[in-house]
């Protein structure tokens, strides 16, 4: 058996009884392989030093750290002795274990075979119709049969009757209120309902001809209650209230108390702790460096690569950058380290790169592959194959030859170290000349069974095929898509590989390690380019800081799973990827991307592909955009979609937003910071329903909006300095472990809280729900808007017209004090050209001191080197704080004049009934002076305002006078009617008068009813005026 850890021992049948594995009893031919204890064999070993058959493997068996060893009958009769296979490393036991797992799953599967047949195809051979008569079927539709017993059904065993306490119990409590309590009303504080603002208007007439006028008298006098039965009223309330309240609150019983202390209505509260697990920091490459960007590996557990720069993309700056870019270019360091938890001294690989790397991303299918993003455009390439193996593998020195090895470094340190296996030079770099003219922003892996055609087509490959291609974006506003696996064409002018002269092939093992992408090295280009416009005038690209988009979903086993290993938190897990196609599932990439501006905007757009190619180098497209709006007030730092609810967030300047796919041009949610900005975010990987912000100030919150969409479930301190970037980690681990890199350089690992109260099911649909519950608020509340601004289209024409109005009549007053302002500086400056008559001698002193004045600062400024026009530009920032400040004082004292208009308006606000004209107080009724005289002034006035009323009513709605033979016959016909009905009930009125006289009223007919009464009986056609008699 070839297999490392496996050695092959001869065993008497004395050994073999002492350490219990004999052939033939224990082990057979069928079962060879047995677990023996590892205390026997040392016990043979000790007894019998010098003949024990496992002297050979006597180191390995005491350095084996478990209690039993794996051993293996070998059955072979062509020989006398027996010969066993013992496993003495834990690696030989895993892999042992895995192929007798293999050999029992091949036995069980061929005696499966050999028992159960699996069924065929029928072949026809005329007997289907004898068949078919043989089957039983039913003549008849089966019999519905009802059986009925008596309730309750007792069961045979005797019940188990136990004490169960009330607490325990749902229904243990029962709540017994009285018959007048008052009943606490739950409001609906969320309410979908469609509301009707603006009313049909309907239009009603009424007939008010009095035919018959009269006039009635009424007597009334005040009824006065008395205070003592108010008071006794009152008293009875208050009793009443206080014995309900006795009645139904228990005063010496704790409320809170029992609230708290029960477990179903409270949960417990997660403490907000975050401890640190490790930090990495090189301080002799990275000393005065920020973190650019940091990926985790997504196949290799605790495995991470980070990304250092001068200046991190995410950091706000303002002013002009004053650094020697050829400077940093030529003699800059710009290292990309490769850290491991098993080390966090000392980075594994150093990764040399030409220029800042800004942005880095992992292959999600090739563990081997690093690409990243420079800051001049161009895109980078790392193979690390066998490379971190070989930084592992351990060397053995002895003590001389370490020695030896120190003082060789210490007299060669002036020469570079070409020998360092961690330093691992670029593969592959992009063609400057095709590449981004901007800084890379964002990196996204394409589905290895698809890929893209130099149109721009999106198709997909056949099973055996695979692709390797993937997008990225930049803030010259392309978004560019790469293809690892296409042969490279070289360009006039291109790079060329040099050849051999004296051998026309290299040597087998110069050739073992060269990169399968080596020949793409300055020849790789983009195959199709999508350049991002807004669509406006000038046409410009819009600058993308980030972006994402859902164009690969891949799955990740464990290659070697252990389930009741236990394994620590630093140990390397390895994953591989599962590429097989999912023929069950039809899922295709999407070819929408979902970016952020460097302006603030997030934009969702897409591209169709070509027909035919255009003869340039790479074919482009312009994009076209399906959703675009304004909501950040910075540059966006982070686009991320959660792959399980399709909602993207965006952080950028001081806002966070998220948005959905079907929603387009507005934010689902969006939150606004004062005084700090972000500078990333993130979906957690295993809670797709919690999101991370990141804080400039060194922060780290942790959002869930089905929980509390108003402030984040809690609230971290990471670094005292700026947070550049963070990450998660994508791999399960004992702990959820997330990683966040500050200005200084260091890159710190943090053990975060985790919410297990309720299943992951449930909160990501809570939070599925909550989503859709927004979005259709939203679009509700759009839908009521437009058809309100539809109806009212008139109404907005007549605002938008008066704001227009108010904002010309401001831009007139603001340039004429402007106008006024350069006037005043105008006359307060005088420039003389001249002398004053009289004064020639002080003009001469002036003009000497100005011109000394100037040869001065010449004198000075050829002396310092200094550049007249950046002294300018550095003053006009003082010049405008200046102008700004005068501004204010400015605003100030108009402020301060029209202090006293402020103060009324303020008091009209706050109290406008102490304001406001306070109406004529009516007349006493009981003053016995002489009325006409004092109320002359208040029914003059009284006169006024009704004249002056009735001659606008008459002016608006002119009389109109229609006469018709018809309602004149009417009229006729009802007085006579009515004089009929008065002469036959004459006698019954006179006996009813009395009464009425006593009571103080008089019979009364209104103008209403008698037109009302005309209407039904006759029905008039003839139109009324709207105004009665009594009104005229």
């Not at 051993?71 to 062509?78: E, Q």
């Not at 229904?171 to 009943?183: P, S």
């Not at 606008?952 to 006469?963: D, G, L, Q």
């Not at 004459?986 to 209407?1015: C, D, I, N, Y």
Request: proline letters at 5%.
């Amino acid at each position: 058996m070839s297999v490392e850890g496996v050695r092959k021992i001869i065993l008497s049948e004395l050994a073999q009884k002492i350490i219990g594995c004999v052939a033939g009893e224990n082990v057979t031919s069928e079962n060879p392989w047995m677990m023996v204890r590892k205390e026997l064999i040392q016990d043979n070993i000790e007894l019998h030093e010098e003949s024990s058959e496992f002297l050979s493997i006597r180191k390995e068996i005491l350095e084996y750290p478990k209690p039993e060893l794996l051993i293996g009958y070998i059955p072979d009769d062509s020989v006398d002795y027996e010969e066993f296979y013992i496993c003495v490393t834990e690696d030989a036991l895993a892999t042992v274990n895995d192929i007798i797992s293999k050999i029992k799953a091949e036995q069980e599967a061929r005696l499966y075979n050999t028992i159960n047949k699996k069924i065929k195809r029928w072949e026809t051979q005329g007997s289907e119709l004898e068949v078919d008569e043989e089957i039983v079927k039913n003549s008849r539709p089966l019999i519905e049969v009802e059986v009925e017993s008596e309730y309750p059904i007792f069961s045979s065993t005797t019940p188990q009757f136990q004490i169960v306490n009330a607490e325990q119990m749902r229904d243990g409590y029962m709540e017994l209120r009285c018959y007048d309590t008052a009943m606490n009303n739950v409001f609906k504080k969320r309410i979908n309902a469609e509301v009707q603002v603006a009313p049909q208007s309907i239009t009603a007439e009424v007939q008010t001809t009095c035919t018959y006028p009269s006039n009635s008298t009424t007597q009334y006098q005040y009824e006065i209650k008395d205070a003592e039965e108010t008071y006794k009223q009152c008293q009875k309330k208050i009793l009443s209230d206080i014995l309900t309240v006795n009645g139904t609150i228990n005063l010496y019983s704790d409320d809170f108390a029992n609230l708290v202390n029960n477990t179903k209505f409270t949960k417990p509260i997660a403490k907000e702790e975050v401890k640190e697990y490790m930090s990495f920091m090189d301080v002799n490459m990275c000393k005065g460096k920020m973190i650019a960007d940091a990926v985790w590996h997504p196949m290799w557990t605790g495995t991470v690569a980070v990304a250092y720069a001068d200046a991190a993309p995410s950091i706000y700056y303002t002013g002009h950058n004053q650094d020697d870019v050829v400077m940093k270019a030529v003699h800059g360091i710009n290292p990309v380290l490769i850290w491991s938890c098993l080390d966090p001294l000392k980075p594994r690989l150093i990764l040399e790169t030409p220029r800042e790397v800004h942005k880095l991303s992992f292959c999600k299918f090739d563990p081997n592959v690093l690409v990243g993003g420079c800051c001049n455009g161009q895109v980078i390439l790392w193979d690390i194959r066998n490379k971190l193996e070989k930084v592992e593998a351990l060397e053995v020195l002895t003590n001389a030859q370490q020695r030896y090895r120190a003082t060789m470094h210490s007299l060669m340190g002036w020469m570079k170290n070409i020998h360092n296996i961690s330093i691992v030079r670029p593969t592959v770099v992009s063609d400057l000349r095709n590449s981004h003219k901007g800084p890379v922003t964002g990196i996204t892996w394409l589905s290895p069974h698809h890929e893209f055609s130099k149109l721009g087509n999106l198709t997909q490959l056949d099973s055996d095929e695979t692709s390797m291609q993937f997008l990225t974006c930049s803030e010259d506003g392309t978004v560019c898509i790469w293809d690892l696996l296409k042969k490279p064409t070289i360009q006039p002018g291109g790079f060329k590989p040099r050849k051999l002269k004296r051998l026309k092939r290299k040597p087998s093992a110069l050739i073992a390690e060269v990169s399968p992408y080596s020949p793409l090295h300055l020849n790789l280009k983009p195959i199709y380019r999508v350049n991002l416009t807004k669509g406006d005038k000038q046409n410009r690209n819009v600058g993308i800081s980030n972006c994402s988009a859902k164009l690969n979903i891949v799955k990740y086993v464990e290659v070697r799973p252990e389930k009741n290993k236990k394994r620590p938190l630093h140990e390397r897990v390895i994953y591989k990827p599962v590429l097989e196609p999912r023929r069950d599932v039809e899922w295709k990439p999407d070819t929408k991307i979902h970016c952020g501006t460097m302006e603030g905007d997030y934009i969702y757009m897409k591209w169709e592909g070509k027909e035919y190619e255009s003869g340039e180098v790479v074919n482009s497209e312009l994009s076209k955009i399906e959703s675009y709006s304004k909501c950040h007030d910075g540059p966006v730092n982070s686009c991320s979609i959660c792959e399980n609810s399709h909602v993207t967030l965006t952080v950028g300047g001081k806002v966070i937003a998220l948005w959905k796919d079907d929603f387009p041009n507005r934010p689902i949610l969006w939150r606004r910071y004062r005084h700090n900005m972000f500078t990333t975010g993130e979906w957690d990987v295993f809670q797709p329903f919690r999101f991370m912000i990141e804080i400039i100030n060194g922060n780290v919150e942790s959002w869930a909006l089905h929980y509390n969409s108003k402030q984040p479930t809690f609230h971290l301190i990471f670094s005292s300095g700026y947070l550049t970037t963070a990450a998660i980690h994508p791999r399960p681990l004992k702990k959820l472990i997330c990683g966040a890199g500050d200005k200084q350089g260091i890159f710190r690992l943090f053990f975060i809280p985790e919410d297990t109260h309720e299943s992951e099911g449930d909160k990501l649909k809570e939070f599925e729900n909550f989503i859709d519950r927004e979005v259709n608020r939203k679009k509700k509340f759009l839908a009521w808007q437009e058809e309100w601004n539809r109806k009212n289209e008139s109404f907005l024409k007549i605002r938008q017209e008066q704001q227009r109005e108010l904002m010309e009549q401001e831009e007139q007053a603001k340039k004429a004090k402007e106008a006024e302002l350069m006037e005043a500086k105008a006359v307060e400056v005088v420039v003389r050209k001249g002398p004053a008559p009289g004064k020639y001698i002080e003009w001469v002193i002036e003009q000497r001191q100005l011109e000394e004045e100037a040869r001065i600062k010449a004198t000075i400024i050829s002396k310092k080197q200094l550049n007249t026009k950046e002294l300018e530009k550095r003053r006009k920032p003082l010049q405008k704080l200046d102008e700004e400040n005068e501004r204010k004082k400015r605003k100030q004292r108009m402020r301060l004049r029209e202090g006293e208009h402020i103060f009324k308006e303020t008091v009209a606000a706050l109290f406008p009934d102490a304001v406001k004209e306070k109406p004529v107080p009516p007349p006493d009724p009981y003053v016995i002076e002489d009325e006409h005289k004092s109320q002359a002034k208040y029914h003059f006035n009284k006169y006024l305002e009704v004249d002056k009323g009735a001659k606008i009513f008459v002016a608006t709605n002119p009389y109109k006078y229609e006469f018709h033979w018809r309602s004149v016959l009417d009229g006729g016909r009802l007085r006579r009617k009515q004089l009929f009905l008065e002469a036959m009930g004459l006698g019954e009125r006179r006996r009813t008068k009395k009464s009425w006289e006593s009571q103080g009223t008089a019979p009364f007919m209104g103008a209403a009813s008698v037109s009302a009464v005309e209407e039904q009986t006759y029905g008039t056609e003839s139109k009324q005026p709207e105004t009665s008699e009594a009104t005229k």
